[in-house]
């Protein structure tokens, strides 16, 4: 039986492709979904999602995550958020090389359309491709509930600088910690989301602030904007970006933004936040003492913030996406 589109629904998850799987594919039209099976990338995935495809004979199916079928008798329409998966030394192994080589780089060439999120990416995209500007579309990032600035703040009973992501060496963290251990401030904490690893907690010590960092583990989304809300300012150094939800999802809960100019992180803060020079430890440094020493300022990053957000709904993604899959079908 012909359907008019099929959605691959495993990607959602605690993750920023999680994040845009779960937003975009409950406001497109109720269709069905692939919600069981392998995970998406596993070994066997690829010819599993192909199968179905085959088998349900959709008029379009569409991936919110860069796992497309090598087989697609339906227009395909996929999802490439950045290529940190080639291009940072310290994920692109032989295998991920392979797979995008094999798999991602020959199912471009046979898409509708391929969709990414930021301009920054749809650069990097084109260049690896080779193909035509209007086959690869930015279709954003969004942020809604419950990343709101009215809301309860986390208060845990020192002011902290938050960080949140993983700890990836593309995002920069050591630099970070030496900047944050050069700031005059010594009551203030840096506090990061997530479980630290051996490693993290060895660069933590190196730099001396394993007194001043703390570590949220785990937590929802809720307990997250909480985070935001309470934070004296987030920073996000990283090296590169396909977008940076934490940066949008920091100003949208009232949290002035002090971020990389690097990757897209340049075009989510604009000029609501302050852009440094990630490879600057001393620019970083200064970026977070000019927040934490003017009052007025963070007040007025915190309406910027606001504002900037605004310019980021999922209702607007996806019917970027939408549009995309409804000429695909």
Known sequence: MTTALLSDARWIGLHGIGRFAAEVLRRLPLHPQLKEGPRPLSPCDALWTAWQVRHRRPR?????????????????????????????PEVATAAKRAYY??????????????????????????????????????????????????????DP?????????NFRPHKNLARLFAAFRDLPEPDLRLLLTGDPDTAILRSVEQFGVPGRTKFAGRISDAALARLYRGAELVVLPSLSEGFG?????????????????????????????????????????????????????????????????????????????????????
């Open 60 to 88: 379009a199916y569409f991936s919110p995550g860069f796992n497309p079928p090598p087989l697609c008798p339906a227009p395909l329409v996929f999802t490439i958020h950045d290529l940190l998966q080639i291009r940072a």
């Open 101 to 154: 080589a094999a798999i991602v780089g020959p199912a471009c060439r046979r898409a509708f359309r391929v969709l990414t999120v930021s301009e920054h990416s749809r650069t990097q995209i084109l260049e690896w491709t080779g193909l035509r500007e209007d086959r690869v579309v930015n279709v954003g990032n969004g942020v809604g509930e419950p990343f709101v600035p009215d809301g309860e703040r986390y």
């Open 157 to 165: 009973g020192y002011r902290y600088i938050l960080y949140a992501g």
């Open 245 to 329: 939800l934490p940066a949008l999802e920091a100003m949208a809960c009232g949290a002035p933004v002090v971020a990389s100019r690097a990757g897209a992180l340049p075009e989510v803060v604009g000029p609501a936040g302050i852009l440094v020079d990630p490879l600057e430890t001393g620019e970083i440094r200064r970026g977070m003492e000019r927040v934490l020493a003017d009052a007025e300022l963070r007040t007025a990053m915190k309406r910027a913030g606001i504002e900037r957000a605004r310019l980021f709904a999922w209702d607007d993604v996806a019917a970027r996406v939408r549009a995309v899959l409804e000429e695909a079908s």
